[in-house]
């Protein structure tokens, strides 16, 4: 290539026989490397032998002004997914679809999810954490939240890190169930009214209507509901002292149904650091490198697609 440019170079000279000013640029590409070499030609006539003479000058200016192409810079794809408001099935249907798009995807090396929640159905919360778990497996995937209560808790619990700003409420874990009794008065803006109604269940299985607003519930019904209350409460417990690395016994501390502000959250063991996005992404590629040591280059993040 530098002969061919010598000669390209010569030749504009032996070509040049009246006065001008022109600047001509060169441009030849091979693979990254390119060349741009501006050429004042002026009055002269030369020989070959003479143009010979000027390849010194000319080499040194290709020597000069031949520069590597800039290459792409490295990059580090990151997935961004959210959950934000009532956690219910829709939501968590979402955040299913986007997490199987990223687990999918070789260029995602992980995810960064941001929540801001204050929980919702148990049962919806309970499916995500499973897929989070199963998701972390195979990549990555942290937690960033200004709000992280109840069911929205559960769901973070199951991140490799959980980053919360100084504000940020956090924990709220426990369980509940809300039942409705209709009583014989109903009580409304212009007062209370008298009524009678009835309602009788036809039903199989000794436990399937306890709990409907129309019947008392009784002692045993009451007993019933506690006891699954109970029974959701205690698998809520487990899963945060599994993934959070927590004492079981000492439940009564961390969850008593409490919300923390972040730095307490952080002493009991809840959330892993104070930060913000940008902590967050810091520490999603430190992750990522962790488990893939050839990863390098910026962050890039990713959105999922509609």
Known sequence: MKKLLQKFLIGMFLISSFTCET????????DDIFFEIPLLIGLC????????????????YIAKTTQQRP??????????????????????????????????????????????????????????????????KQKPLIVITPECESGAYYVACAADWIIAPEGAGIGSIGAWRFLEHFTDTIKGKLG??????????????????????YQNLGEEGRKYHQNLVDEQYNVFCFAVAENRNLNLAEKEIW???????????????????????SDAKEKIVELIKERNTNATGRINIVVPTA
């Not at 143009?51 to 080499?59: E, F, S, V, Y």
């Not at 209370?192 to 607003?213: F, H, L, P, Q």
Request: charged fraction near 25%.
């Open 23 to 30: 600047q001509i640029k060169a441009r030849i590409t091979d």
């Open 45 to 60: 006539k030369l020989s070959y032998d003479g143009a010979q003479q000027i390849l010194p000058a000319i080499n040194q």
């Open 71 to 136: 290459k792409s810079i490295p990059r580090i794809d990151v997935g961004r997914i959210t959950l934000t408001g009532e956690i219910n099935f829709n939501s968590v249907t979402k955040c299913i679809k986007e997490l199987d798009q990223f687990k999918n995807d070789d260029a995602i090396k992980g995810i960064v999810l941001c929540i801001a929640s204050g929980g919702g159905a148990a049962t919806a919360s309970s499916l995500l954490h499973q897929e989070i778990k199963n998701f972390a």
């Open 192 to 213: 209370d009214y008298k009524g009678e109604m009835e309602c009788e269940y036809i039903k199989a299985g000794k436990y399937k209507v306890v709990g409907n607003a």
């Open 255 to 277: 969850a008593d149904g409490q919300e923390f502000i972040a730095p307490t959250a952080l002493k009991l063991g809840l959330i892993d650091q104070i930060g913000g996005w």
